[in-house]
């Protein structure tokens, strides 16, 4: 038997020319042996390449058991050599063997490994990185390392052959060609090019050093197994030290497992799961990514006529935005494409002539229509589809069987949902999207919803690669989604107000089974606490939640009964909480005051909603209450039917009398008024009261009290100043312009009345 053929085929992640290659070569030379840079885990998953079901773009996604958040994603899109390479061999029972660092070791450390990021999200390991790109240090090196610097081969490479950019010496020789010559295609002379560039720039870099171990350690143990013909796809930096061309004597099976003894493992996990375009965009923080993965998937999949069916394409973009674009548009574009590839030496149109031939002929030199087909047509937003065999997580394939009985599909592209919570399948869906919110896991994202209806929800759908790993996270608490949301919800609630929330998402998401949990924790919660700032905080969800409850038919009953059971205990601590309470704490409670007085009349009338209201009339007696409270309470009982308006306008007026400071009297105005100035507008006795105070003020204590008056007169509406200067105006009697005596000066209150014009915005 002759001794084995290696060939190995250097590649640039997610190139379409260099797929072309792989596809071309491997078609013609029929290797009985596919070797692939990647997780050495992943071989079980190879067979899922030939189901019609596993749709690219997709990624293996590896995550330690013990912590799914440690985890390292390897993208594979239609144009990648990989994906090309897997899917043939998958197609015609080749086995196929990868041949990276195991994900166990990769995901085994602290924090993320460089060689993680390069395998498959991270920097470029084929030769195609920047200019000047640095590795992050390894857990070997110090933690005050310099770190290495990346050697750019595709930067010399273009430079030697007279390109200034090497994104576009590498476009042209490899990305763009139509045909593959040779046996080999591009990869000998790729693999002699990558050979000169690592003779004159050795690789120091420790992780990449031991990649390369390990792949001939497993190329080695392949070939020992007797196959005659070993194709090997990796990352072009990578291939001089596979094919044994580096300068020098090649590393020895002993040398390759001393340089891999030793490093820590993990139990890890892969998957298949849905990725996204957007996501190979180097813009994403892919450091392997491309700038343009829509353009690169049409320049793999058209056979013929490229430019023209792109530009059609392009077209079609424009149309859906509602911009003008004839076929004469295409006709020119395509012809000025061509034109600036000639006159640039160019032995075809780039993705740069042909944004500039879109950008002066479909755009019209509009920036804004360049930018729809860069995002649209350029980019794309493909989601991927993975099989339902793959192997997944319960809570994965829990939601994936909901959303098929919902008849939900998971789109990249964000489209906004409007539900309606009386039609059974709509509140199902609101149900799913509130429980998966809980989990972390943000499939939908709650929008505003037109309209004052409680029975109407918007939302706005858009599936993300990353909510896999989210899912797989959240597996934790349960195996299907509502027995995980139960579980989270009841494990979050560790304070009074975590434990209102919790009980509202708990309705809203129809999670009755955390209900009972979630009340004995609040029971016990309030029952020992004598905060009643943190009561306060607390109820008004729980009211909220009861009432939205029997918009979405849950029983909110018992939450109704922990609702008064709640307020009850804020009446009996209320004015002893408020009395003696200085300014700036004052302030802080006066919302949970108000919040609080807006929700009781949204519980059953009875002994809870009584003993607040009497317990706010006791606060408002005390004699050490802060004046802003004090003027506050008055404007609420009065507000709810409790205080007669002369009996306000009494206090207002013995408030603003002598006694306590401008200041005091100023915050006590300041909580009266608060709320809207329609009360002053339509009562003149009231209004009367605070006009003659501001009228008996000093110089010195009014300039003393402007700054409060603003902040209270501030809040209201433009319109309602107007109004209230107007009824100013009137207090006189005769509704129009204020009498005067003989003698009086009128010019002397210009700046009097310019200063209460800037006071109520009216100037």
Request: with cysteine; proline share 7%.
């Amino acid at each position: 038997m002759s001794d084995p053929v290696v060939r190995v085929l250097g590649i640039r992640h997610h190139g379409p020319g260099s797929a072309r290659a792989v596809l071309a070569t491997l078609t013609q030379w029929q290797p009985d042996r596919v070797l692939i840079e990647g997780p050495p885990e992943a071989d079980a998953l190879v067979g899922f390449a030939a189901d019609p079901d596993l749709v690219p773009p997709v990624a293996l996604l590896a995550y330690r058991q013990d912590d799914p958040a440690a985890s390292a994603f390897w993208p594979l899109a239609v144009f990648s050599p990989e994906w090309q390479a897997m899917s043939w061999a998958a197609r015609r029972g080749v086995p196929v063997a990868f041949m990276d660092l195991p994900a166990a070791m990769l995901l085994a450390r602290d924090r993320p490994d460089p060689a993680a990021e390069s395998a498959g999200t991270g920097d470029r390991d084929d030769g195609t990185a920047g200019p000047d790109e640095e590795s992050v240090p390894t857990a070997d090196e110090p933690t005050g390392a310099a770190p290495t610097v990346r050697t750019d081969p595709i930067a010399l490479l273009a430079r030697a052959a007279g390109y200034d950019d090497p994104e576009r010496w590498w476009e042209d020789v490899i990305e763009s060609r139509r045909t593959v010559a040779g046996a080999d295609g591009p990869f000998e002379a790729v693999t002699e090019a990558m050979t000169a560039v690592r003779a004159d720039r050795p690789e120091t870099d420790e992780v990449t050093l031991r990649r390369e171990a390990h792949m001939r350690k497993v190329l080695r143990a392949q070939l020992k197994t007797g196959p005659q013909r070993v194709a090997v796809v990796c990352g072009a930096w990578h291939a001089p030290a596979l094919a044994g061309t580096l300068p020098g004597k090649a590393p020895t099976a002993t040398a390759d497992a001393a340089l891999l003894r030793g490093r820590p493992t993990a139990k890890v996990t892969l998957t298949w799961v849905p990725w996204t375009h957007s996501r190979l965009v180097a813009a994403s923080g892919y450091g392997a990514g491309i700038d343009s993965p829509g353009w690169y998937r049409h320049l793999f999949v058209t056979a013929e006529h490229p430019l023209e069916r792109w530009m059609t394409l392009t077209a079609g973009v424009l149309r859906r935005r509602d911009l003008p674009t004839s076929t004469a548009h295409v006709i020119e574009a395509v012809r000025l494409a061509r034109t600036l590839a000639h006159l640039r030496d160019r032995p075809e149109p780039g993705l740069s002539e042909v944004i500039d031939a879109t950008r002066a002929v479909l755009c019209e030199g509009s920036e804004l229509a360049v930018d729809f087909v860069l995002r649209d047509a350029v980019v794309g937003e493909e989601l991927g589809r993975v099989p339902d065999a793959a192997p997944t997580v319960p809570l994965d394939a829990d939601l994936r069987a909901t959303a098929r009985a919902l008849r939900l599909k998971f789109d990249a592209v964000a489209r906004e949902v409007t539900l309606d919570l009386r039609a059974a399948t709509d509140l199902r869906k609101s149900h799913l999207w509130w429980r998966l919110g809980i989990l972390g896991v943000d499939w939908a994202d709650p929008a505003e919803v037109a309209g004052t209806g409680t029975f109407k929800e918007a939302w706005t759908l858009a599936w993300r690669p990353e909510l896999a790993v989210r899912l797989i996270e959240a597996s934790v608490w349960g195996t299907t989604i509502p027995a995980a949301a139960a579980r989270r919800l009841v494990d979050r609630a560790t304070t009074l107000a975590a434990c209102t929330a919790a009980i509202a998402d708990c309705i809203t998401a129809d999670l009755p089974a955390a209900m009972t949990d979630l009340l004995d924790r609040l029971d016990r919660l309030a029952a020992g606490t004598a905060d009643v700032s943190a009561l306060l905080e607390a109820l008004p969800a729980l009211v909220r939640a009861q009432r939205y409850g029997t918009v979405r038919g849950s029983d909110t009953a018992a939450v109704a009964t922990v609702a008064q059971a709640v307020l009850i205990r804020i009446s009996a601590g209320l004015p002893a909480a408020l009395g003696g309470l200085g300014p700036d704490a004052a302030r802080e409670i006066r919302q949970p005051l108000e919040r609080t007085h807006e929700v009781v009349p949204l519980l059953p009338e009875g002994p809870a909603r009584d003993g607040w209201y009497r317990a706010l009339a006791q606060a408002g007696e005390r004699h050490d209450l802060p004046a802003l409270l004090a003027g506050r309470i008055v404007r609420l009982l009065m507000d709810a039917g409790l205080m007669p308006r002369p009996e306000a306008a009494d206090r207002l007026h013995a408030a603003l009398s002598g006694g306590p400071t401008a200041a005091e009297k100023a915050e006590w105005a300041e909580g009266f008024t608060a709320g809207g100035a329609l009360l002053l507008i339509h009562d003149d006795a009231l209004l009367a009261v605070l006009d003659r105070w501001v009228r008996s003020l000093t110089d010195e204590e009014f300039l003393q009290v402007l700054p409060l008056l603003r902040r209270g007169f501030g809040t209201f509406a433009p319109a309602e100043r107007g109004n209230l200067l107007l009824a100013a105006r009137s207090l006189s009697g005769s509704g129009g312009a204020p009498t005067h005596g003989p003698g009086v000066d009128l010019s002397r209150a210009g700046p009097v009345l310019a200063t209460a014009r800037r006071l109520l915005g009216t100037s």
